[in-house]
């Protein structure tokens, strides 16, 4: 992604914050500034953050720190997704340095745009270089800010599909604004028979029983937690937890109450505690079963 675009994406996030924490209702037994999570806090549960971005240049400052922290915040695993060729070193780079990261190699649907077949045999090369590469991500399609044309979108969705069923890895798939050619692709070019998860789920609960049936999993993010998000609340209730997949789309994403600040895993608590409010479970639970979920998807040990 160009500079100007990612610059462009990241103020736009950091108004959506400010928008929903203007629309939430203050909590009168909770303090009104965003809750700070401090480095020393330690963190009895422990979970998978099965989407993040942790190369990203959000982290340049003070990326270390922030990873060799996080075991203490409960964080068995992250899995971190590539956007680009790039990304997919940085992500290497990263994974050789912490053995509980997993990674994901893939060319997001804003990255395809002059890409070329090069860029698929790096792909394919860079994939098979750590056992601990555990799917093909993020990829999909975004048709809410087309930054590549949408032919060239779904060209190269299909052609990492083909990838992933040929080194037989799941697939995490990124879907805005396209519901129905992703499903129509998914379903077309036959990626059930690799599975993977379809991020920050956002279609109904229609479409979701219909991922469910062909074996996918939903990522649910720090989406859940914003106001307004009714046909997403309607999902979680009626997709069993065995079908769930926390995530948090770092640095993106950022959940209430703490919208608007740059998202790092330590967050997925207040995610965890959204989708254990809606199903009316513990939310012990809630961290149990879907670190078994993505330890069955991503074949983490
Ligand atoms: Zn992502």
């Known amino acids: 992604m160009r500079i100007e675009e990612k610059e462009a ?30 480095l020393d806090k330690v963190e009895e549960h422990h979970f998978i953050d099965t989407h ?4 990203d240049t959000a982290f340049d400052e003070d990326q270390d720190e922030l990873l060799s922290a996080m075991h203490a915040f409960g964080v068995l695993n992250v899995v971190n997704c590539a956007t680009d060729v790039k990304s997919c070193r940085r992500t290497l780079k990263i994974m050789k340095r912490y053995p509980w990261v997993y990674g994901a190699m893939g060319i997001h649907p804003h990255e395809v745009k002059n890409l070329d077949e090069d860029a698929i045999a790096a792909v394919y090369n860079l994939a098979e270089e750590n056992a601990r590469v555990c799917a093909i ?5 975004d048709y809410h800010y087309d930054f590549s044309p949408r032919d060239e979108q779904q060209d190269w969705f299909i052609e990492q599909i083909e990838l992933a069923k040929e080194l037989e890895l799941p697939i995490i798939v990124h879907s805005r604004e396209a519901a129905q050619d992703t499903m129509d692709i998914i379903r077309d070019y036959e990626a059930e028979r690799v599975g993977g998860v379809i991020h920050a789920y956002s279609g109904d609960l229609q479409m979701a029983e219909e991922y469910v049936r062909m074996g996918f999993y939903l990522g649910i993010g720090g989406m859940v937690t914003f106001p307004k998000v009714k046909r997403l609340i309607r999902v979680v209730e009626g997709i069993p937890l065995e079908r769930l997949l926390l995530e948090t789309d770092s640095p993106y994403m950022t ?16 995610v965890a505690a959204k989708i254990a409010e809606i199903k009316g479970i513990r939310v012990e639970e809630v961290y149990e079963v879907t670190t078994q979920n993505a330890k069955r998807l991503f074949g983490i040990e």
């Open 52 to 55: 993040c971005h942790f190369d």
């Open 137 to 141: 991500g993020e990829i999909g399609l």
């Open 9 to 38: 994406l990241l103020k736009k996030f950091a108004a959506e914050g400010e928008e929903a924490e203007a629309k939430v209702p203050i909590d009168p037994d909770h303090p009104e500034e965003p809750e700070e999570l401090p």
């Open 255 to 270: 959940p209430v109450p703490n919208r608007g600040q740059r998202n790092d895993s330590r967050q997925i608590v207040h």
